[in-house]
């Protein structure tokens, strides 16, 4: 199993960042996937999460109405668009397969 996060880096507040979430080694198709993150002197959180098919999603209340989550079973990605950055949302960004596997994680940093 291996989970690959890109499309992090830093960028201004209020602005957008869209991280991808390449999946390999099983059947991405058939979970649950989730976006976590950790910022610095914190424990890792759940951002948010998509069923297999992308019907239903769940956002952690700091993120909604600003990030939107989805997935590409095609292409076996998993896509975090973030809108509206605020510096609280400076973490390092995971990938999660119930799989029990993470990724390197992707660094997103705001500020001006």
């Known amino acids: 199993v291996q989970l690959v996060e890109s499309g992090g880096g830093l960028v201004q507040p209020g602005g957008s960042l869209r991280l991808s979430c390449a999946a390999s080694g099983f059947t991405f198709s058939s979970y649950v996937m989730s976006w976590y993150r950790q910022a610095p002197g914190k424990e890792r959180e759940l951002v948010a999460r998509?069923?297999?098919?992308?019907?239903?999603?769940y956002y952690a209340d700091s993120v909604k109405g600003r990030f939107t989550i989805s997935r590409d079973n095609a292409k076996n990605k998993m896509y975090l668009q973030m809108n509206s950055l605020e510096p609280e949302d400076t973490a390092i960004y995971y990938c999660?397969?119930?799989?029990?596997?993470w990724g390197q994680g992707t660094q997103v940093t705001v500020s001006s």
């Open positions: 998509i069923d297999n098919v992308g019907g239903d999603t």
């Open positions: 999660f397969a119930p799989t029990g596997n």
